[in-house]
Structures are given as C-alpha cells and as structure tokens.
C-alpha cells in the first residue's frame, strides 16, 4: 500500500432508503450508492486533512454515530501512512475493530475476538466463514493490507454485499469520490439544517428497535401510562407542597402528552 494513499468507506448493512435519514445526521457531505443489498457512503470532503483525527477515527466515529440509532450495523473501512483496518459498530453494544500494517500483519494490539464478533453480528457463516476471517490475522507472505480488506469484502458478498466498481480498499479518496458519482443510483448526501435533521433522527429512531415506543399502540399505551401516573403524583405533590415529587409529575405528564401528540400529528400525516 503506497505510504501517502489515504481513504475510507462506510458500509451500511441497509438499503439506501433506510441509510439516507442516518447519514443525514452526520451534518457531512457524502454521496450514497446502493451495494447489493448493502449502501455505501463515500465522503465527499476530507476532514481528517489538518483535523486532529486520522482518518480511522473520523471514519469509526461516524460509523458508531450512523448505528446509534438504528437496527442494522455499520462496517467502516480505512486505509493511510501503510495501515488499513476495519471498525464494526452496531447500536449501543461495544464495536469490534481490527487493524493491519501494509505487510498485512496485525497492527497494534489486536482484538482477539474481533473476527467472531464480525461473522456473527453480519450473519456469516459461524463456521466456514469465521474460519476464512480468522485465516486474515495469520501470517501470510503473499499478503498486504489491501488484500486484507479485500478478503474481508469478499466474505461480505455472501452476505449481499456488492460494491460498485471502483471503490475498492486502497484507493485514494480522490478516485473513490469520482466514481462513486458516476455509480448508478448514488445520490448526494448533505445537511440541509435543523428542521430536516430532526425528521431525519425522528425517522431514524422510529426505524430503530424504539420505533414501536414512539408510535403505534405500545407509544400511545406508555404515554397513556405516564399520564396516568404523572396527573395524580402532580396532585399529591401540590398537597403535601414537594416540590421534587411536583416536578417529577410534572416530567411524566409532559412526556405522556407529547407521546400522545406525537403519535395523533404521525398517523393524520
């Protein structure tokens, strides 16, 4: 891998229609492509240039903010100075990362368990699959980081993954843009202020496993709970003048109403 080639790619275990509120979010601008059964977001920018993060950490921060709120995991890879590596995030459970020199040998102190946690977590094969990946971390003469990676996606094609042609691990940032444009059906990605970012993040949670909370019977039961309870501690509160106990009754029965109004303004839209 040539020292001064730096790039990286956000793999999205989504279609572009559930990827396209997430990214929104990032406040980054970004072109988004459909990959099989798999998006890919490509940075437009780079602002790991003159910034205090390389670009493995703007890309794993990214990655976890992306998977945060939403049920489908976020597979970043990256490549600079000789080194190349992955980062694998998936909502609140701790990421798996594993990184390689440009002689494909494990850099740093890798995570033993990072392989397992890659198969079972993108539905690989448990068996035959984890076998191949563990087979990445041992030595290998023939081997460089970008092979490294490349196994890696190769795995993932077994799992609907299919990135379009040019964006490949270990091409500069420059040529992963540029074709990633004239990728069929990529579009561009970009913040487009706050109204439209909290739609993109109500949507995001409402696709994510605190979706039914939000809306739908189980939201319009909690808010209706919370009313429940928060009305009658508000009373007693006024009552015996606890000014602690009227604020937590206060809280819930604000929530419960804009559970409520959520809930009523979503299905009239």
């Known amino acids: 891998m040539s020292q001064t080639t730096t790039g990286g790619l956000l793999l999205c275990r989504a279609g572009p229609l559930a990827a396209r509120p997430a990214a929104h979010i990032l406040r980054e601008r970004l072109l988004l492509a459909p990959a099989g059964e798999w998006s890919v977001l490509v940075p437009e920018a780079k602002p790991w240039l003159g910034g205090a993060e390389s670009v493995a950490e703007v890309l794993a921060g990214w990655g976890a903010a992306l998977a ?10 990256w490549w600079e100075e000789g080194r190349s590596g992955f980062v694998l995030s998936s909502g609140f459970r701790r990421s798996a990362a594993y990184e390689w020199d440009a002689a494909g ?3 740093g102190e890798p995570d033993p368990g990072a392989m397992r946690v890659l198969a079972a977590r993108l539905g690989l094969d448990p068996v035959l699959d984890l076998e191949e990946l563990e087979r990445l971390t041992r030595p290998d003469a023939a081997a460089d980081g970008d092979s ?3 196994g890696v996606i ?3 094609a077994r799992a ?3 990135l379009p042609t040019g964006l490949t691990p270990g091409e500069p ?4 843009r540029e074709a990633a444009r004239v990728t069929p059906g990529a579009e561009r990605v970009e913040w487009s202020g706050w109204r439209d970012t909290v739609r993109a993040e109500l949507a995001v949670v409402e696709d994510s496993p605190l979706g039914p909370w939000l809306r739908g019977p189980k939201a319009r039961l909690a808010g209706a709970a919370q009313l429940a309870a928060g009305a009658p ?4 509160a006024a009552r015996r003048r606890s000014p602690g106990w009227l604020a937590a009754g206060t809280v819930l029965v604000a929530h419960g109403a804009a559970a409520l109004a959520y809930d009523r303004a979503r299905r009239r839209g």
């Not at 945060?68 to 890879?77: E, Q, R």
């Not at 940032?173 to 992963?176: E, F, G, I, P, T």
């Not at 501690?233 to 007693?236: C, F, G, H, S, T």
């Open 68 to 77: 945060l709120g939403s049920n489908w995991p976020v597979l970043s890879l």
């Open 105 to 107: 040998r494990p850099h």
């Open 148 to 150: 490294r990676l490349l």
């Open 154 to 156: 190769a795995l993932l």
């Open 160 to 162: 609907g993954l299919a």
């Open 173 to 176: 940032a420059d040529r992963l």
């Open 233 to 236: 501690l508000m009373m007693w």
